[in-house]
């Protein structure tokens, strides 16, 4: 399915299938002996979703031993790695004591109910109106309550979003923690350039941003082949290349340079090795100098 200006979804179809998969991505790393991660809602989320590959993936059964992609301690570590960068990113901004957290592209994200929020800690998910409406849903099914004061915000990114955040009781004077998570792939390169603009505007002093810095140079016709056949393999109808945004686009580290952030890079590998993964080898060319971003915005002079 091709991306088209003010296209919509849900968690079984088009960007809403990636939330999915990712979510059984992290139910199959949560199922394994002394996991890294624990998401003890993602394998309920990904089978109320109903969508056969992904329950799949949350089963282990499109696991492959040595396969490139598919292979389980592989797949295990990657989304370890990913969903630990950004667990610890909020735990430290709360611990540093903001206690204003937004979730951007929130999909099938559980943070809100499953890590240890300080008291007096709101968060805000934004994400499409279909989206935040399952997993409310979902969630409260299975007696799951937030962990902190949770405010949903079901807003398409595209539109007038900052405003829909103000209007949910988001207080731009109180310094947030932001999370862009696997989401400005799937941006426009004008688009990514205005969500920085938005959340430099609605960002104080001390505000912390979180998310992949991406080598464009890494995405290259054989990465683009990779997704492709990742697709195929697990038996998705959704071509995950149809859904990216391909074109010249700034750096998020560069943009948010610019916008007075103090932004540091931890390279992929620093990120494998920092939990005591191996860094797939074959990989390292492909990832290029990509890795996990955070950065804090500096006082103004």
Same mark, same amino acid.
């Given at each position: 399915?091709?991306?088209?200006?003010?296209?919509?979804?849900?968690?079984?179809?088009?960007?809403?299938?990636?939330?999915?998969?990712?979510?059984?991505?992290?139910?199959?790393?949560?199922?394994?002996?002394?996991?890294?991660?624990?998401?003890?809602?993602?394998?309920?989320?990904?089978?109320?979703?109903?969508?056969?590959?992904?329950?799949?993936?949350?089963?282990?059964?499109?696991?492959?031993?040595?396969?490139?992609?598919?292979?389980?301690?592989?797949?295990?570590?990657?989304?370890?790695?990913?969903?630990?960068?950004?667990?610890?990113?909020?735990?430290?901004?709360?611990?540093?004591?903001?206690?204003?957290?937004?979730?951007?592209?929130?999909?099938?994200?559980?943070?809100?109910?499953?890590?240890?929020?300080?008291?007096?800690?709101?968060?805000?998910?934004?994400?499409?109106?279909?989206?935040?409406?399952?997993?409310?849903?979902?969630?409260?099914?299975?007696?799951?309550?937030?962990?902190?004061?949770?405010?949903?915000?079901?807003?398409? *990114?595209?539109? =007038?979003?900052?405003?829909?955040?103000? =209007?949910?009781?988001?207080?731009?004077? *109180?310094?947030?923690?932001?999370?862009?998570?696997?989401?400005?792939?799937?941006?426009?390169?004008?688009?990514?350039?205005?969500?920085?603009?938005?959340?430099?505007?609605?960002?104080?002093?001390?505000?912390?941003?979180?998310?992949?810095?991406?080598?464009?140079?890494?995405?290259?016709?054989?990465?683009?082949?990779?997704?492709?056949?990742?697709?195929?393999?697990?038996?998705?109808?959704?071509?995950?290349?149809?859904?990216?945004?391909?074109?010249?686009?700034?750096?998020?580290?560069?943009?948010?340079?610019?916008?007075?952030?103090?932004?540091?890079?931890?390279?992929?590998?620093?990120?494998?090795?920092?939990?005591?993964?191996?860094?797939?080898?074959?990989?390292?060319?492909?990832?290029?100098?990509?890795?996990? *971003?955070?950065?804090?915005?500096?006082?103004?002079?």
């Amino acid at each position: 399915m091709i991306r088209t200006e003010g296209d919509t979804w849900d968690l079984a179809t088009s960007v809403g299938a990636t939330a999915t998969g990712v979510a059984a991505s992290r139910a199959l790393a949560t199922k394994q002996p002394d996991p890294l991660i624990n998401d003890p809602y993602a394998d309920a989320l990904v089978r109320a979703v109903g969508l056969e590959h992904s329950i799949r993936v949350a089963d282990g059964e499109v696991c492959v031993e040595g396969d490139l992609m598919l292979d389980r301690r592989r797949m295990c570590e990657q989304i370890a790695v990913r969903t630990r960068f950004f667990d610890d990113f909020f735990l430290a901004a709360a611990a540093a004591g903001i206690r204003q957290a937004v979730i951007l592209a929130s999909g099938l994200d559980t943070r809100a109910y499953r890590l240890a929020w300080p008291a007096g800690t709101v968060v805000f998910e934004v994400d499409q109106p279909a989206v935040l409406e399952f997993k409310t849903h979902t969630l409260a099914g299975l007696g799951a309550e937030p962990a902190a004061e949770l405010h949903s915000v079901p807003i398409d *990114l595209r539109d =007038d979003w900052p405003k829909a955040l103000r =209007d949910n009781g988001f207080d731009p004077a *109180l310094p947030t923690a932001w999370i862009a998570e696997g989401l400005l792939i799937y941006l426009p390169p004008d688009a990514q350039d205005r969500l920085f603009d938005n959340i430099t505007a609605l960002s104080a002093p001390g505000s912390r941003l979180a998310t992949e810095h991406m080598d464009a140079a890494s995405l290259t016709e054989k990465w683009s082949e990779l997704m492709s056949q990742w697709s195929k393999k697990i038996g998705s109808d959704v071509d995950l290349m149809d859904l990216f945004y391909s074109g010249e686009r700034t750096a998020a580290r560069d943009d948010l340079t610019g916008h007075g952030w103090d932004v540091s890079v931890q390279p992929t590998r620093a990120a494998y090795e920092a939990h005591g993964f191996p860094y797939p080898e074959e990989l390292a060319d492909l990832a290029g100098d990509s890795g996990y *971003l955070s950065a804090t915005l500096k006082a103004q002079n």
